[in-house]
């Protein structure tokens, strides 16, 4: 690790040895991007082509959820559990739950698979030592994470898969990661970089808002600027067949819901700036079948949108819009809003477009308010949106303010990407 590195996020300590998958570089595979064409092939598929090598000899725990699927929709644990290959003792269920029955927030709970008998654990809201004897106690060797990230710094899965790590290290556990593409592309980041003070489960480490990263790709960044004192004993398992610049729609791949308020990769789109507004008393859309692209309360007006068009942000156009929450906020209020309709996703800035609705939505609407918990400040990472819009300042004035931290991260995240 270089000193300028290091230097971006305050970290000490070298990197640790990392464990090889046929590839050149420490913790990566070989075969990282091919042809633009044709279907997308994930790491569980090229694990299994390789015949489950890296899982030889090995007692193996898998954490995972319904996106956890072949290209023929079958979920890997079952096909896992069926190969004689490998030793699959048990399951590790994340927010939602290992079958994604549970809102946002909530577990399924522990108890066994139905379908293979396999023990399932709830490891969610366990980190550290605690997660560490959950991985003891289950009899694993090897730690199997397979998760569909949406590409934002507080979707949970990517702080699961860190949690994971860190306790794996204390267990003296192996990690594999298989990896999925981001759906919403990787050819930047975008975003304010999250400040230590502000960590929490929607943000453990300082990285952007919207990390332009795979699940791969932020484990060997974890595990090589955040782990470096303790890192865990990492493979990754690359895709084929991704690029950079590509949406999920492009892969080839089923889209399975990654969350119960993430139905569509068009949800994923909007998801880096619209859940800005879970620290607002707007609703973000939960308890619509459009969560995330639709914004609003009781009381608002047209004036939102067209303040919001004004703007002319890049990639995107805002419709007046009405709507009833069936459940979460405002559950059974009319309200009116916004809608965001993506007309070039290459352009669309998803954070800018949070920041701009979030300006206007405080410029025109009398009612605008933050959570009394400054939630807010978790999601961005530091109290410097909140204090900005307050204060009065405009979109090019906020995102300007965060410009020299994110090329920092910028920096250090080209030394992690696998993909062309």
């Given amino acids: 690790m270089t000193v300028s590195r290091r230097g971006v996020l305050g970290l000490a ?15 990566r595979t070989a075969g990282a991007s091919g042809p633009r064409g044709g279907r997308v092939r994930t790491g569980f598929e090229r694990l299994a082509a390789d015949g ?3 899982l030889a ?16 929709a079958r979920h890997l644990v079952d096909v896992l559990h069926a190969d004689a290959r490998v030793e699959l003792v048990a399951v590790f269920g994340p927010e939602h739950g290992f079958r994604g029955t549970a809102q946002a927030g909530d577990a399924e709970g522990a108890g066994r698979d139905p379908a293979t008998g396999l023990s399932v654990y709830d490891t969610y809201g ?10 003891t106690a289950a009899g694993i060797d090897t730690v199997v994470f397979d998760i569909q990230d949406v590409g934002a710094r507080f979707y949970t899965y990517i702080w ?19 990896d999925r593409p981001n759906p919403v592309g990787g050819r930047r980041a975008a975003g304010p970089v999250l400040r230590r003070p502000y960590a929490s489960f929607v943000g453990r480490e300082p990285i952007a808002l919207a990390h332009g990263m795979t699940a791969a790709e932020l484990a060997l960044l974890f595990n090589g600027e955040f782990l470096a004192d303790h890192p865990v004993r990492l493979r990754t398992v690359s895709m084929s067949g991704w690029r950079r610049g590509s949406f999920f729609g492009e892969t080839g791949l089923p889209w399975v819901p990654p969350s119960p308020n993430m139905p569509t990769a068009d949800t994923a789109l909007a998801y880096a700036g619209t859940c800005l507004f879970e620290g607002t008393n707007l609703s973000e859309g939960r308890g619509t079948t459009t969560p995330f692209e639709v914004l609003g309360a009781p009381g608002v007006d047209r004036r939102w949108a067209e303040a919001a068009n004004a703007l002319e942000l890049p990639g995107v156009w805002f419709r007046e819009a009405y709507f009833t929450p069936t459940f979460s906020r405002h559950m059974g209020k009319v309200c009116g ?19 701009g609705l979030l300006v206007t939505a405080r410029r025109t609407w009398s009612g605008f308010g933050w959570r009394a918990d400054h939630w807010i400040d978790r999601l961005t990472g530091s109290d410097r949106v909140r204090t900005m819009v307050d204060a009065g300042a405009g979109v090019e004035e906020i995102a300007g303010d965060w410009a020299a931290e994110l090329a920092r991260f910028e920096a250090v995240r080209r030394q992690y990407l696998l993909y062309a």
């Fill in 126 to 135: 366990l980190s550290g030592q605690r997660l560490a004897d959950v991985f």
């Fill in 13 to 27: 300590g070298a990197m640790g040895a990392l464990g090889t998958v046929g590839a050149a570089e420490p913790g």
């Fill in 337 to 355: 809003g916004v809608r965001l309709i993506v007309h070039d996703r290459e352009s669309f800035d998803p954070v800018l477009a949070g920041i």
């Fill in 52 to 54: 489950y090598g890296v």
């Fill in 57 to 72: 000899g090995q007692k193996v725990g898998v954490v995972t959820n319904p996106t956890g699927i072949t290209a023929d």
């Fill in 160 to 178: 699961t898969l860190y949690d994971c790590m860190r306790a794996a290290a204390l267990a003296g556990k192996a990690v594999v990661v298989l």
